[in-house]
């Protein structure tokens, strides 16, 4: 049997995902499961602010935590029953985790969100780190600048061809890794921080009650719902969620979460009959959780959440569409709990019936006046109020679609790896008071229903004839890329790979408006990790 | 040891090159620092940026100068760790990987990916 059989069992997660299923209650605590089961290796240092060796001087997010137990379990013989994995991540995610403010711009990863190309990389870590890991897996620890350097080290044993990859070959890798690099992390991402510091003092909200919820699925569209959330034992909920999609028809679903480090909410909930996976930030405060939520096998499939703490308050989360043409009728769908149903978006906008209202949503029909003025409004429920909420325009300029670079990975074909789509909406943009598409001052109309079709990217890819092998895209946007495996047809039998341009075409009146995004379709990926 | 390794992975490199003439031929029209700046621009979190050659990107942000089809030289990178966040290294890390598929080639249906280990 090869080795790596009994790990698809559970796919991705791990002990992450499951706390949300399974209790954390046990009578070992993470102190004493790491004295039982790590002190081969690790030794106490005597200190009790840093009891441990190696693992007291790092800081990390459940994922980060999860990453190296599962390490340890895979290269050094760790063997940890589930129940003391599952209480000892919540203990070292608790007591040497991330504070909100340390993983507000990397929480991509965490998200499994498809199609990043990440912004504002650290010079020493592009040239250290990049050409295997995206840059947050490093930008998510913190460490001492000691346990930076021992992070070189290890990879210099675990990796020993490090040296010789491009752009490290031709430089002295190894020291400019640990004498400058490590150093800049320990500098950087120290281990003690006053954020840290400030978040562990923080008393931190409870999360029972009930919640207003606006998201998106690629192949069901928007959907409202209120989630409730109930206590289970500490840090960990039932959530039961009840809605509906842009198209009215019900959403329904319950799963339970866990609430790592005070702040990082990991649900796991069956909606529909689909099993999907929730990885939210909670504020500060208590009152928001923004994040995403996917399917369980198919990440890709997901898109962004928005929960506002309601209770019994009026509570308006968001509106969709966020954009009216001059002249025209448009059906919105108000996201919110305990709303009135007085609408208004100013001068021009005339609110010309209330549809439907519901716990979840108000979906009222609005009108703009042939000269309403060109903008964004605020909408009002109520005494509620959204800014920038939905914008009035002449005409649509120009499109966007979103992601602009992307990948997918052929699979299937009788193979065990499956295959990894790319989803694609599209972003629309009136002129603005310049005249001119492309400047700063276009106003953005949000997303907007679009018809999609694929072209070859370049001269090479027509030659390749890549567009009859590479895949397909659907009326919403779903890219399914093309079979695994040798292809016969193609010269050399290249696999199903492809260079294609993916484009959006957005109907505005008589006009048709379209943009175009780059799509790669490549090889599978063999390692899946639960952060890139 | 040491010696054993440096000498494996020469042959490996060596062996990658005969593999991508082409992406040679284009490493030499094209000094490193344009290159670099490409793949800054090109690379999508998940993808490698080692680009010699790539494994899902080549230097170009295009396919053109990758090993096709990656079957073929699928275990001349695994033995290397050529990029070992895409394709298990064998070297080190995962050493039973596929070890019961000879030819990927033939068997690549066989071929499963490195989950995160778990309960």
């Known amino acids: ?532 | 040891m040491h010696m054993y390794l440096h000498e494996e992975v020469l042959k490996q490199m060596k062996h990658l090159k005969s593999f991508n003439k082409k992406a040679k031929m284009l490493d030499a029209a094209v000094s490193q620092g344009d290159v670099e700046e490409v793949v800054a621009m090109q690379s999508v979190v998940g993808c490698t940026s080692v680009n010699d050659p790539g494994w899902e990107v080549d230097p170009f942000g295009g396919l053109g100068s990758l090993c096709q089809p990656m079957e073929s030289d699928l275990y001349g990178c695994a033995d290397a760790c050529w990029w070992p966040a895409q394709v298990p290294d064998t070297m080190s890390s995962h050493p039973n990987w596929s070890q019961d598929v000879a030819k990927a080639d033939e068997d690549w249906r066989k071929i499963d990916a490195i989950f995160p280990e778990s309960e």
């Open chain 1, 1 to 532: 049997m090869k080795n790596h059989s009994m790990k698809r069992v559970i796919r991705f997660g791990g002990a992450v995902a499951f706390l949300g299923l399974a209790s954390t209650a046990s009578a070992i605590d993470g102190p004493q499961i790491i004295k039982e089961n790590c002190l081969l290796c690790h030794s106490e240092t005597g200190n009790a602010e840093a009891p441990f060796s190696r693992i007291s001087q790092q800081r990390k997010t459940p994922e980060g935590w999860q990453t190296t137990i599962n390490r340890m379990k895979s290269q050094r013989g760790l063997s940890l029953k589930p129940e003391h994995e599952r209480v000892l991540i919540k203990y070292l995610a608790d007591h040497q985790g991330l504070a909100p403010a340390e993983t507000a711009d990397l929480r991509y990863v965490l998200e499994r969100q498809p199609n990043v190309v990440e912004q504002n990389v650290p010079e020493h870590v592009a040239g250290t780190c990049t050409g295997c890991h995206s840059s947050a897996r490093s930008g998510l620890q913190r460490r001492t600048t000691d346990e930076w350097q021992k992070l070189i080290h290890f990879h210099m044993g675990q990796v020993p061809t490090i040296e010789y990859l491009a752009g490290h070959r031709d430089r002295p890798w190894f020291q400019i890794a640990l004498n400058e690099t490590a150093v800049k992390m320990g500098e950087g991402y120290p281990l003690q921080t006053q954020a840290w510091s400030d978040w562990k003092a923080k008393p931190k909200a409870a999360l029972n009650g009930q919640w207003a919820v606006s998201g998106f699925v690629p192949d069901k569209g928007e959907f409202t719902a209120v989630m409730s959330v109930m206590p289970n034992q500490k840090d960990n909920y039932i959530t039961l969620i009840n809605g509906h999609y842009a198209d009215g028809s019900k959403l329904t679903g319950s799963g339970s979460a866990t609430v790592f480090t005070g702040y990082e909410w990991r649900g796991a909930i069956v909606i529909d009959g689909r099993k999907m996976r929730q990885v939210f930030a909670a504020s500060e405060d208590g009152k928001q959780m923004a994040g995403r939520m996917y399917l369980k096998n198919d990440e890709v499939m997901g898109g962004r959440v928005l929960a506002e703490k309601a209770d019994k308050a009026a509570t308006l989360v968001s509106v969709t569409p966020s954009s009216i043409k001059q002249g025209a009728s448009q059906t919105l769908i108000i996201a919110g709990a305990n709303l009135s149903n007085k609408v208004s978006l100013g001068n021009g906008v005339k609110v010309e019936k209330v549809i439907s209202q519901s716990a979840d949503r108000l979906v009222v029909q609005v009108k703009a006046d042939a000269k309403a003025a060109i903008g964004q409004r605020t909408l009002s429920v109520g005494k509620q109020t959204l800014e920038n909420a939905v914008a009035v325009y002449d005409q649509v300029a120009r499109v966007e679609i979103t992601p602009t670079e992307s990948i997918a990975r052929i699979g299937g074909n009788g193979g065990p790896i499956p295959k990894r789509k790319s989803t694609y909406r599209a972003v629309g943009y009136a002129a603005g008071a310049d005249g001119k598409p492309g400047t700063e001052d276009d106003l953005s109309l949000g997303y907007l229903p679009a018809t999609w079709s694929l072209k070859a990217f370049d001269e090479v890819a027509e030659h390749d004839n890549d567009l009859k092998y590479a895949g397909s895209i659907d009326a919403k946007g779903i890219f399914t890329p093309g079979d695994a495996g040798l292809n016969p047809e193609r010269k050399m039998s290249t696999n199903n790979v492809g260079n294609l341009a993916v484009v959006g075409t957005v109907k505005d009146g008589a006009n048709s408006v379209s943009g175009e995004a780059h799509l790669l379709v490549t090889v599978q990926d063999f390692v899946k990790e639960l952060i890139q």
